[in-house]
């Protein structure tokens, strides 16, 4: 989308979506590249995969956040 007083694009927000909690796995490193937790900025360990309208997201977490955000429930 074009603005006409500013020819910059726009993106859309994604602040609305519903995104559903699916599981969370150990971040591998393919590239050699650090991943940064979306939290708290620390060096990232955990993925948490969610579903989002058909889509899926992954989001990077360390040790830390990963076990506040998700804790670990027992059957």
Excluded: W
């Excluded at 699916?22 to 939290?39: P, Q, W, Y």
Aim: charged share 25%; proline share 3%; net charge negative.
């Amino acid at each position: 989308m074009i603005n006409e007083i500013n020819s910059n694009t726009t993106t859309a927000s994604f602040h609305s979506y519903r995104k559903k909690f699916s599981s969370t796995r150990t971040l591998e490193d393919v590239d050699g590249a650090i991943k940064h937790c979306v939290n708290c900025g620390n060096k990232a360990t955990q993925e948490a995969i969610f579903s989002v309208e058909g889509a899926t997201i992954i989001e990077k977490y360390c040790d830390s956040c990963s076990k506040k955000e998700f804790p670990i429930t027992e059957p």
